[in-house]
């Protein structure tokens, strides 16, 4: 499959796949919410979670300002052996250029099912171009889709980027739906 930009992959989310439509999206390290104030934008709750007070403040700021649907969440998300998640679920989880792989798990649960995740990130490949250097955040090749192994995938992409460079891997797979 080829390369979609980033505002292709969230016009995954209007495809009618959510059975709950009430259940937010969740912005996982969203910084300063680009994404997520997209679809708050087109009538879509998002739930914005990162750690940072000072982006979620901007992002709460926005909010209100517009009276877009969503909250903001500060939660340290890179905590050991905890679901920061809980019980929670969402319609989807989107997230771009973050990796912290002891959370895959906790993302596979948080999404109902038929729900969606669009992910993307940088690949090991990305080392030629600079930032991030650290293999911590880094996808290994074919990594990211074997997270989703059983789930229906909509869009893969690996490869190398231009303007600017950079070496990323995209997914956009939906949650098989329970069994009755």
Known sequence: MSYKSHEALLEHLGLPTKPDPSLPVLDLACGTGRSGL??????????????????????RQHLSDNTLPGRVWQVDLEQTDVNPFGVQVFSAVICFRYLHRPLFPAILQAVEPGGLVIYETFTTENLRFGRPGN??????????????????????????????????????????????
């Open 38 to 59: 997209k679809l708050a934008y087109r009538n879509i709750p998002v739930v914005f979670a990162d750690r940072s007070a000072a982006a979620l403040d901007g992002i």
């Open 135 to 180: 293999p911590d955040f880094l996808l290994h090749t074919g990594e990211l889709i074997t997270w989703f192994k059983g789930w229906e995938v909509l869009h893969y992409y690996e490869g190398v980027q231009h303007e600017p460079e950079r070496a990323i891997a995209q997914l956009v797979a939906r949650k098989p739906m329970l069994s009755s």
